[in-house]
């Protein structure tokens, strides 16, 4: 179940359409304490999706919300979850969002 809405939510957490974009993350961001764990089957598709562009995104309301939907994973989700995400998505990414997921690692 998880996996059908979450396939047919992910492609709308790196739209072309900024306000989409950044709906969809503050949507995100709304749903992980309702989840929390329960993500876990996801956990692997979504964090490539909320972090790719949208960590290095010059769109202030969506960098936000990104930074928002990092924070809400991190604070209700068990760490053990994000470790291995957070690790592979830090060794590609650059910029800002190296720095900010490199943070949260630490």
Do not use: W
């Not at 996996?3 to 949507?27: G, M, T």
């Not at 309702?34 to 598709?45: A, E, F, H």
């Amino acid at each position: 179940m998880p996996f059908q809405i979450f396939d047919a939510f992910k492609p709308r957490l790196h739209d072309s359409n900024s306000k989409v974009n950044q709906v969809a993350l503050e949507a995100m961001h709304k749903m992980i304490p309702l989840l929390k764990d329960n993500l876990s089957p996801v956990i692997n598709m979504l964090i490539p999706a909320i972090v790719d562009n949208n960590l290095n995104s010059k769109n202030p309301g969506i960098y936000a919300a990104a930074t928002n939907v990092i924070q809400a994973l991190c604070q209700h989700l068990d760490n053990s979850l994000l470790l291995q995400p957070f690790c592979t998505k830090a060794q590609f990414l650059s910029g800002k969002a190296k720095q900010d997921l490199t943070e949260k690692l630490a």
